[in-house]
């Protein structure tokens, strides 16, 4: 079975309400050819139902950009899988480096939203990655083997059919250092080769694995040369309908 190969932007917290479907008219207007590619948005929680409604059939999938682990209850201020699902999303984003270091989420909670996802039939997108402290002290492997390990317990090789992953070196989110083809490569070579381990050959084989961090139109092509990156989690650049389209089609 092939790899499928994906396109992901997240718009973090930006974007009006206006701006958002401005920008996902233009994305569903300009996709173009994109070479076999798939593209995916992760928009902020308030307009997930609007833009979903929107891309729906028109070959532009939806996600939220977290969730709780909880069907419902008396959790202010968050959004369940339920309601994730209901809004029309078919993908969620779960451990993104900002939940991790910002808002302070640990791999446990990290699992419990994956399980969540699962459970209410949603696809996870699990974001890992290491601090820069972490890539300067050689330990790169190490914390993606751990996040790896602990995000993904109890998780079953049937459930793994519809899991991605996102590489994203701390170091690079933001900040306009991106990691060379190589560094990325290596990396993703080694977290199939952890996938591998824990999921058999025939399930490491297929499980798209996505680099993000300072990815632009003039560094894409280059990152998806490579065998074992399978597209693209982008953050600012996908802010603009054309830059993010000119990553699409790199
Ligand atoms: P960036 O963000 O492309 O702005 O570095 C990537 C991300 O956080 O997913």
């Known amino acids: 079975m092939a ?46 139902r609007e833009v979903a409604s929107m891309s729906k059939g028109k070959g532009l999938d939806v996600g939220m950009q977290n969730m709780y682990n909880q069907k419902e209850g008396a959790f202010t201020g968050e ?4 309601m994730v699902k209901d809004a029309g999303c078919r993908y969620i984003l779960i451990g993104h480096s900002e939940r991790r270091h910002v808002f302070g989420e640990k791999d446990e909670i990290i ?27 050689g330990k790169s492997k190490e914390v993606c083997r751990n996040q790896l390990i602990a995000d993904l ?10 899991m991605t992953i996102a590489y994203e070196p701390v170091w690079a989110i933001g900040t306009g250092k991106v990691a060379t083809p190589e560094i990325a490569q290596n990396i993703h070579a080694y977290c199939r080769e952890v996938l591998t381990e824990l999921y058999g050959k025939e399930t490491g084989e297929i ?44």
Not at 112 to 137: D, Q
Request: aromatic share 6%; glycine share 10%; with cysteine.
């Open 3 to 48: 790899r499928r190969t994906i396109i992901a932007g997240n718009w973090k917290m930006y974007k009006t309400h206006e701006e958002a479907v401005s920008t996902t008219l233009a994305l569903i207007d300009g996709k173009g050819g994109m070479k076999g590619r798939e593209m995916a948005i992760f928009v902020p929680a308030v307009f997930a």
């Open 79 to 82: 959004n369940s899988p339920v």
């Open 111 to 137: 699992n419990a939203k994956v399980r969540a996802a699962y459970e209410f039939g949603l696809e996870p997108m699990l974001c890992i990655g290491e601090l820069l402290e972490e890539y300067e002290a």
């Open 207 to 250: 499980i798209p694995l996505l680099y993000g961090g300072s990815v632009k139109p003039d560094n894409a092509a280059g990152l998806l040369s490579q065998t074992d990156i399978d597209g693209l989690l982008v953050g600012g650049a996908s802010l603009k309908a054309d830059s993010f389209i000119a990553i699409a089609n790199a």
């Open 153 to 162: 317990r109890g998780i079953t090789v049937d459930q793994m059919k519809v």
